[in-house]
């Protein structure tokens, strides 16, 4: 379980800012703990902003829903760099499904974060090959706090950290979760469909 470091310091006028990262496979509960962690953040009184890219089009255009239907209103974005217009002068910045954003959300995660804000990201850490999904490893590297949540492998019930694609598709993205993937160990995943 992640524990804030602080959550008194936002409140105060010199705050240093910081990176979070909720990394893992799909099914993992990664918006989840982003959700957990900005309604902590609500409840302590802090102003919080929540973004998404706008690829991300399965559920309701602007809320951050987990699959388990908990949902905060979030603002889709095009860009990465709408989210320094976007995100004011709010104490913490949510983003979720992070991976789809291209590299420019690594320096735009860091000017907020050197503007004294709180950072939190969600996102895939590998693609369905196996691959680390950039752009996360980067994002993991500079990030203060990286949180790995797991998955239970739908095959065997072992802790799951991979993302395996049950259809023949080559594409890196491939949005409709439920029928096209399934979380799955490592054993399991290097089985593939045998
Ligand atoms: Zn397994």
Do not use: W
């Not at 959700?35 to 559920?59: C, G, T, W």
């Not at 196996?130 to 590297?141: R, S, V």
């Not at 949540?149 to 949005?175: N, P, T, W």
């Amino acid at each position: 379980m992640f524990i804030e470091p602080s959550l008194g310091k936002f409140h105060s006028k010199e705050r240093k800012g910081q990176l979070e990262v909720i990394c893992g496979s799909m099914f993992s509960g990664k918006t989840e703990e982003l959700i957990r962690r900005l309604n902590r953040a609500l409840i302590a009184k802090q102003k919080v902003e929540i973004f998404k890219p706008s690829i991300d089009k399965r559920y309701h255009e602007e809320d951050v829903v987990s699959h388990n239907e908990t949902a905060i209103r979030s603002t889709p974005v095009n860009f990465a760099e709408d989210i320094l217009l976007l995100a004011g002068d709010c104490d913490v910045v949510g983003i979720d499904e992070v991976q789809f954003f291209d590299n420019r959300i690594v320096h735009v995660a860091t000017v907020l974060a050197n503007s004294g804000k709180r950072v939190i990201m969600a996102g895939l850490d590998m693609d369905f090959e196996g691959k680390p999904f950039e752009p996360m490893p980067h994002l993991m590297a500079i990030a203060e706090y990286v949180t790995k949540v797991h998955a239970i492998c739908m095959k065997c019930g072992e802790l799951a950290a991979y993302s395996f694609r049950l259809i023949e598709q080559k594409d890196k993205v491939v949005l409709g979760e439920k029928e096209s993937y399934e979380a799955r160990c490592r054993k399991c995943f290097n089985e593939g469909n045998s």
